[in-house]
Each structure stands twice: as C-alpha cells, then as structure tokens.
C-alpha cells in the first residue's frame, strides 16, 4: 500500500494532466515513454536521485526527462516535472506515480476515441487465455527473464486487431514483474473499470451464465453498491453447479458444493440435538 501523501500527490497530477494529455498527438507514445521512465527510476538509483532533487526546477526537470527518451515526447515531459516536484510518502513512489500516469494515458485516449470499453473486453479475453494457459503465464511472469524478453513475448502472442492502448497495457503488464501475469493484467482491468465510473464483479461458474442470471445479478450488485456495475464471468469446470461471485474482498458462494456443504452442516447439528434429547 502507497502512503497517503503518494496517493493524494497522484490525484493531484492526474487532474492537472487532463489536458496536457488529451492534446497529446500520441497518448500512447506519451503512456510508453512515462513507462520506460518508471523502469528507469526503479532501477537506476542515480536517475532517482536527480529527479528527487528540489534545487532542480520543474522545467529542468521537463528537459531531463526529454534527453532520456529516446523519442521526443512533451506530453510525458511534462507530466514527469509534475510527478518529480510533487510530495511523496517516500522518493521511490515516484517510479509507481510515472507508472500510473502511463495508465491514465492510455485510459484517456481510449476514452476520447470512444474505445474504453472495447480495450477492457480485449484485456478479459487475453487474460482469459493466460489463466487457461498455464505455461503462457508463467513464461510472462518469469522473473530470470528479462523485463524486454518477457515484453517482447507479449507482443508475439497479442492479437493484430488488438487496440494500440490494449498492446501497451498487456505489454506493460508483462514488463513490470512480481506475481503472475494473469494477476498484474487483472488489475489493470479493475482500474479500467473504476475509471469508468462502475463497479467489478466476478463471477465463476462451470457453464456461461444466462443473459437473465446475468442481468439479475448486475441489478442486484448495482443497488447493492450504488453505482453500475460491470460482469466479469470466468468458466471453472470444478464448480459442478451454481456460482460464486466477487465483490472485491468480498466472496458469495451460491456454488453446489457449498449449498450441499451447508446442508451436510444442517443435518449433522439436527442429529445431534435429536440424540441429546
């Protein structure tokens, strides 16, 4: 968890780059570069340090940005002279901050072009791959490999129709190591989700739930949470009946094998009052 200062600090410059991002001429260069340099802060300590420095003015520190990118991009520029004359809770955030500015990026652009939703529903079906494919994840999550070699992977296996936004997202997932791949891609996704304004549910099952069942329960979750809410269904073929659903840290488990459990549960306490009486 990032300190508070770090988060409040991020909220700050996502609201100032608004604009600076929408007239971007290329968000996703800009989202690419703003990621690169995040790798660079996290693993280049000198790096860290001359962005760290507060004698250094914001514009110099446009202008360091710009002389580390090896494409011109004013957009991530200027967004890393905000991020580095920003507070943070510690100096290393500053990588983690460059990092989610990359992913606002992206979520902008998708926005103003009227895509969003199209690069969340690519995101699930290559996450849905990875989950189904085993060794795919683990290839995209192998930390002996290096960050490009498990980047370029990625590129390999991405569908060509896929939105340029839900390239970099998948591509940056695979870059940024630590735990699964499946898990990173997943989280992305539920940030897409937040900043569209809804909800995230997942809901598990062993057959593809009905449009009733599906609608039911998005109405049931929405008045629950007040807000839309979005369904994502993830086939399990050990669930034998029923679904359960996520709610964030929250899990309803309408599966079969719970309902028999409860009512094994059920069963075993009435015999044992039967016996004591």
Same mark, same amino acid.
């Given at each position: 968890?990032?300190?508070?200062?770090?988060?409040?600090s991020?909220?700050?410059?996502?609201?100032?780059?608004?604009?600076?991002? /929408?007239? =971007?001429?290329?968000?996703?260069?800009s989202?690419?570069?703003?990621?690169? #340099? *995040? !790798?660079? @802060?996290? $693993?280049r &300590?000198?790096?860290?340090?001359?962005?760290?420095?507060?004698?250094?003015?914001?514009?110099?520190?446009?202008?360091l940005?710009?002389? /580390?990118? =090896?494409?011109p991009?004013?957009?991530a520029?200027?967004?890393?002279?905000? #991020? *580095? !004359?920003? @507070?943070w $809770?510690? &100096?290393?955030?500053?990588?983690?901050?460059a990092?989610?500015?990359?992913?606002e990026?992206?979520m902008?652009a998708?926005?103003?072009?009227?895509?969003l939703?199209k690069?969340?529903?690519?995101?699930e079906a290559f996450?849905? #791959?990875?989950?189904?494919?085993?060794?795919?994840?683990?290839?995209?999550?192998?930390?002996?490999?290096?960050?490009?070699?498990?980047?370029?992977?990625?590129?390999?296996?991405?569908p060509?129709?896929f939105?340029?936004?839900?390239?970099?997202?998948?591509e940056?997932?695979?870059?940024e190591?630590?735990?699964?791949?499946?898990?990173?891609?997943?989280?992305?996704?539920?940030?897409?989700?937040?900043?569209?304004?809804?909800?995230?549910?997942e809901?598990?099952?062993?057959?593809?739930?009905?449009?009733?069942?599906?609608?039911?329960?998005?109405e049931?979750?929405?008045?629950k949470?007040?807000?839309?809410?979005?369904?994502?269904?993830?086939?399990d073929?050990?669930?034998?009946?029923?679904?359960?659903?996520?709610?964030?840290?929250?899990?309803?488990d309408?599966?079969?094998?719970?309902?028999?459990?409860?009512?094994?549960?059920?069963?075993?306490?009435?015999?044992?009052?039967?016996?004591?009486?």
């Amino acid at each position: 968890m990032k300190g508070q200062t770090s988060r409040l600090s991020l909220e700050s410059v996502k609201k100032r780059s608004e604009a600076e991002i /929408l007239k =971007s001429p290329d968000p996703v260069s800009s989202a690419r570069a703003l990621f690169f #340099l *995040s !790798s660079l @802060l996290s $693993s280049r &300590r000198k790096v860290l340090e001359a962005f760290s420095d507060s004698s250094h003015t914001p514009e110099e520190k446009a202008q360091l940005a710009s002389c /580390l990118l =090896s494409s011109p991009s004013a957009a991530a520029s200027k967004i890393m002279a905000l #991020l *580095s !004359s920003s @507070l943070w $809770s510690q &100096r290393e955030d500053l990588a983690w901050g460059a990092n989610e500015m990359g992913k606002e990026c992206l979520m902008e652009a998708a926005k103003k072009e009227g895509k969003l939703e199209k690069v969340r529903e690519e995101l699930e079906a290559f996450h849905s #791959l990875a989950l189904s494919f085993p060794l795919l994840d683990r290839s995209l999550s192998d930390r002996l490999a290096r960050p490009p070699k498990r980047s370029s992977l990625c590129r390999e296996l991405l569908p060509e129709e896929f939105e340029p936004e839900s390239r970099a997202f998948a591509e940056r997932c695979a870059e940024e190591g630590g735990g699964r791949y499946s898990g990173r891609l997943l989280k992305v996704i539920g940030g897409i989700t937040s900043f569209m304004g809804e909800a995230g549910i997942e809901v598990r099952s062993a057959s593809p739930l009905t449009a009733r069942q599906a609608s039911d329960l998005k109405e049931a979750y929405a008045k629950k949470l007040g807000k839309p809410v979005h369904l994502r269904q993830i086939l399990d073929p050990g669930l034998v009946g029923g679904f359960k659903v996520r709610c964030g840290a929250e899990v309803t488990d309408m599966s079969a094998q719970a309902q028999l459990k409860a009512l094994c549960g059920a069963m075993r306490k009435e015999m044992a009052f039967s016996i004591k009486v």
